[in-house]
């Protein structure tokens, strides 16, 4: 074969080749774009979600109406105004300012909440402002016999003046989530009961509902939240519930609470791996409370409590415990500095304390347990101090005036400090 031929031969070997390779490959894209099993196909974009305009030059003129056009999945983006309409959500949609100014709705106290997230998993709800409600702000769930919302987020709402009328109900809160699923997130949210005038009232800053007949499942998350006024600032239902209230594996942290009537975090129920971190509590009556705790563990951690008013029941301590479950509840590195009273038993038993490091700087006891304390509790490292020299701690009912004699007759807070110098320096 001559040089030309032999190249010739050549050339045309490659060529069938990477005509071989096209081939196979056109064929390839063609069966991905054929999936008869009704899945997604390979290589085929997902649809960006529907996005609607609401109010002046938008699409439609109400939030409902925007809701239920962009559908499950969609975004509902709101013109700056004044809206008075009632929401209700039934799936999933994600719902935030347009960003050409302030976005409210005002129920002018119309009886219910502004917004009902009935249904839907992954609602979302961003910096809209809520006030004059008649009823919660927010309500999550309460959804019959259908399936309650799950994995809502609610992020940088400002909610004014709920519970108008100040009805008696803890429920009518800035938001209440009622016997919802899991995985609430309520994040960075300005919650104010009153904007004037006497700050406390009837209805918590944020309030849940789980119960063991409907368990939410736990796993939500309360952070970075201002709340001012009302009953509890944060809290909720049943406490006599193993599920009850937050049911488990919740954290509450970083949240700022001020001038409650009752407390500022109730933590009462299960509390299975219940964690309350960060927070800051004045002017409450009671800065946090946990009576009972039925499972545990319960870990209050680095928490700061001060300047406590005393509450519509003459409440007036740091933490409030009670009732001889077997929960265990971890109090460490906390400062409770406050009028009042520091760890105060307010019902009959005790759970099992294991409290390490934490500051009381008091006005009357730092301590003060009547009952038997379980095995297993343990108060260490401590710093404790009143104003009062006749009320320093009592211990399973027994009073005692200094660091020392509680040293002796208890064995308990073996390396305790009597001393009003806090060595914590918490925000």
């Known amino acids: 074969m001559s040089n030309l031929a032999f190249r010739s031969f050549t050339m045309l070997g490659y060529l069938g080749g990477a005509l071989l390779i096209a081939i196979v490959a056109v064929l390839a894209l063609s069966s991905f774009g054929d999936d008869s099993s009704g899945q997604q196909a390979l290589g085929t974009a997902t649809p960006a979600p529907t996005r609607v305009s609401v109010g002046p030059g938008g699409d439609v003129s109400s939030i409902s109406e925007g809701i239920e056009a962009a559908g499950a999945g969609g975004i509902v983006e709101v013109h700056a105004g004044v809206y008075d309409e009632f929401v209700r959500i039934t799936q999933a949609v994600t719902i935030l300012p347009a960003g050409d100014g302030d976005v409210w709705i005002d129920r002018d106290c119309a009886e219910g909440p502004a917004i009902h997230v009935y249904g839907g998993s992954g609602v979302t709800i961003r910096g809209i402002g809520i006030r004059n409600t ?29 519970n108008c009328n100040d009805a008696i109900f803890q429920a009518n809160a800035g938001i209440a989530v009622w016997q919802a699923a899991c995985c609430q997130t309520i994040t960075n949210n300005t919650i104010t009961y009153r904007t004037s005038g006497e700050p406390r009232g009837h209805g918590d800053g944020i309030w849940f ?219």
């Open 209 to 427: 509902k789980s119960t063991d007949e409907a368990p939410s499942g736990g796993g939500h998350y309360i952070a970075g939240n201002t709340i001012s006024g009302g009953w509890d600032g944060i809290g909720g239902e049943s406490e006599w519930d193993v599920h009850g209230t937050f049911d488990r594996s919740t954290t509450i942290e970083n949240n700022t609470i001020t001038d409650c009537w009752d407390d500022g975090i109730q933590v009462e129920g299960g509390n299975e791996d219940v964690r309350v971190t960060g927070n800051t509590i004045s002017g409450c009556g009671t800065g946090i409370a946990f009576a009972p705790t039925l499972t545990g563990p319960l870990f209050i951690t680095r928490n700061v409590i001060r300047n406590l008013q005393t509450g519509l029941y003459d409440n007036l301590f740091c933490f409030k415990t009670g009732h001889d479950y077997p929960g265990e509840v971890f109090l460490t590195e906390n400062v409770c500095d406050s009028d009042g009273d520091g760890l105060m038993q307010t019902n009959g038993g005790l759970p099992t304390i294991v409290s390490r490091d934490n500051c009381f700087r008091t006005s009357r006891h730092v301590i003060r347990l009547g009952d038997a304390v379980p095995n297993g509790t343990s108060f260490d490292g401590d710093t404790l101090w009143t104003s009062d020299p006749e009320r320093f701690v009592t211990w399973e009912g027994q009073r005692y005036l200094d660091l020392a004699s509680l040293q002796s007759a208890t064995g308990q807070e073996a390396a305790g400090n009597e001393t009003p110098d806090c060595p914590l320096t918490l925000d």
């Open 134 to 162: 008649g009823g919660p702000g927010v309500l999550v769930g309460d959804a019959g016999d259908a399936s309650p919302p799950d994995h809502v987020t609610l992020d940088g709402l400002t909610i004014e003046h709920f």
